[in-house]
């Protein structure tokens, strides 16, 4: 009878380690496209640096290149803030008829803010708010998110979900143009080990132009693949993205969509982010 009842608690025990050891930690942040309500918890801090890759637009040879050098900082348990330097560079060159390539550069340094209401680990649902203002030579944006998340399967399991608005102020041949977005970002990541997770990521695209951003622009849609590898303090994730064929023009301007996809947004994108905890 003794063995039996040490054999029932040793196996509750591995059971419950096994659950555990699967949960995600407060902090992560599995995708690399969209948020979760998972923020730093008061006075921790971490740095980032992120890559981005973007290429392939029918008729032209494109990349786009973007580097994010981050450092967070949790104010309290429920505020986290960031500040961060970014460095973007682009060049095109079209295919017929033959042309000089087209290079831009630009540097900006952004700042963010997030605030969470709801906190998914105490509350039926996580709940936060994301304000980052951009400022460079070339450009200004203004960008505001409302966050959603909720767990399943002891936290294994996390869903997060997305509503993004941007204002963005770009210069070019001396005159400022301005561009609005509305975009709906979703996605799930499943923690297969403590260590490893796997995830999806979908995004729809909206850009909005003319005066009073009146005139929708386009329509895109992208997903892909996320994984993700924690070794403390390091944190590498992962993900590609394609651009999916459901695109659509406001505009209705000729050749803008072939086939569902926007021929003037890239079709392939991939991302790379390194973190440390400090």
Known sequence: MRNTKWLVVSLMAVFAAAGAGGMARADDQPFLTLYTTDID??????????FYWATQKPHQAFNSFQSRTEFEYGVTDNFQT??????????SRPHLPPGPADIDQATSVSAEAIYRVLNVYFDPL????????TYGDS??????????????????LRLAANVNFEREWNRED????????????????????????????????????????AHAHSNVYYA??????????????????????WASAGNGAPGAVRGGYFTDAERTRLGLRLKMDL
């Open 41 to 50: 918890t008061q006075y921790e801090k971490e740095i980032e640096q992120s």
């Open 139 to 156: 450009t200004r944006e203004l960008e505001g998110k409302i966050l959603l998340q909720k767990n399943f399967f002891n936290d294994r």
């Open 174 to 213: 001396g005159d400022w143009q301005k561009e609005d977005a509305l975009e709906f970002f979703a996605g799930a990541s499943y923690n297969i080990t403590p260590e490893f997770s796997l995830g999806v990521e979908f995004n729809n695209e909206n850009d909005f132009e003319g005066e009073g951003a």
């Open 224 to 245: 892909g693949p996320t994984i993700q590898y924690v070794a403390m303090p390091f944190t590498v994730t992962l993900g590609g993205q394609m651009q999916l064929p």
């Open 126 to 133: 996580g709940l936060a708010f994301y304000f980052e203002p």
């Open 82 to 91: 960031s500040i961060y330097l970014n460095y973007d560079w682009e060049k």
